[in-house]
Structures are given as structure tokens and as C-alpha cells.
């Protein structure tokens, strides 16, 4: 049963209800293939398209920029407007992986969708691009921790 009030992810992207991501030039080299950029949103909150219930995750973004960085504050504005679209898990992963791709055209990206268990059930989605994955990334990724786990 859902309301009225929720706007599916295909709606608001059709719809343009999103706002524009910004974009800065990059500052590494293009022959650095040694870097990895991070970024942890830990408040991100979207609804249940079944139930219009909150569902809660930490998304964090990996990448090895080509051309263009994420300018952070178009990121937290543009994740913060997914507050009433109604959307599964792998979904919202899915469309934030391929409007990266798209937008920022990255060397190497890997994003992760850690949603805060909700029944006794938690969901952590993770997509990575096919590129070869830069040496340093195993590092971040040993040094990670989930923001989304309760226990």
C-alpha cells in the first residue's frame, strides 16, 4: 500500500525533479591511476515503494576521477531529494551508479548502498565499474566502516 505522496525514481528522474549534480575539474593527473576518491553520505533516506515506510542507508561513492570531481555539496543536495521518492534498494544504487557514470565518466567507480536493517533485514548493495580497479582502492576499502549497522 503506498500514498499518493511518493514519487517513484523513474517519475522524478523523468520529471526532472532531481537537482543538478556539479562537477569541478579534476585535480589529478591523468596518469595517476593511483588515487582513490571517497565520499560517505551517512544520512541518506529514501521510501519503501511497497509500504511508504523510511528506509535508511549510508551511501559511499569510490572513484578514480578522469576529468571531473563530485562537488559535495550538489551531492548531499541531490541525495537529500531522494527523501520522498519511493524506490528498492538495488534500484537507488543502480540509477546513482549510472547517473555517475553518465555525468561524471569516471575511470573507476564503485558505489555502496548500506541500508539500515528494517524487519530484521539488512540490504547492502554494491556496484563497481568492469575498469580495473586502482592499487590503493583495497586500502579504503580494509579501512572502511558500515555507518548503517545497528548492532
Not at 537529500?80 to 534498494?89: E, K, L, T, V, Y
Not at 548500506?114 to 565499474?129: K, L, M
Amino acid at each position: 500500500m503506498t500514498d499518493t505522496f511518493i514519487v517513484s525514481l523513474d517519475d522524478a528522474a523523468r520529471d526532472k525533479k532531481l537537482p543538478k549534480l556539479e562537477f569541478f575539474a579534476s585535480p589529478f593527473s591523468v596518469a595517476n591511476t593511483n588515487s582513490v576518491v571517497k565520499i560517505v553520505f551517512p544520512e541518506f533516506t529514501c521510501l519503501c515503494p511497497k509500504t511508504g515506510y523510511p528506509d535508511f542507508a549510508s551511501i559511499e561513492i569510490y572513484y578514480l576521477p578522469a576529468e571531473k570531481c563530485v562537488e559535495l555539496k550538489s551531492w548531499k543536495l541531490y541525495l537529500n531529494s531522494f527523501r520522498n521518492i519511493g524506490a528498492f534498494h538495488e534500484s537507488v544504487i543502480n540509477f546513482l551508479f549510472n547517473e555517475l557514470c553518465a555525468l561524471l565518466n569516471p575511470r573507476w567507480l564503485r558505489v555502496v548502498g548500506d541500508f539500515f536493517p528494517r524487519g530484521n533485514v539488512n540490504t547492502t548493495v554494491v556496484i563497481e565499474s568492469p575498469t580495473e580497479r586502482p592499487d590503493c582502492a583495497q586500502s579504503v576499502f580494509e579501512n572502511s566502516k558500515s555507518h548503517a549497522k545497528s548492532f
